[in-house]
């Protein structure tokens, strides 16, 4: 029974740190202007790019059907 609850409690841990951390979107405080006259493009810039590739990858071609 303890060998048991000790390799769930080892599973546990070695699936927790093999677990892939997502980046955080930070952004310079330089680029927010108190005005509110944000360059959006630039903000978020990662997110367009992303979209822009998936958009790019289910494209068809011109003889695609």
Partial sequence: MNKI???ICCMCMLSNISC???EENRIPRE???IDGAHDFSLIFKDVIEKEKK???RYKKGPFDE
């Fill in 5 to 7: 609850v000790i390799f």
């Fill in 20 to 22: 892939k951390k997502k």
């Fill in 31 to 33: 680029q927010i202007q």
């Fill in 54 to 56: 998936e958009e790019q």
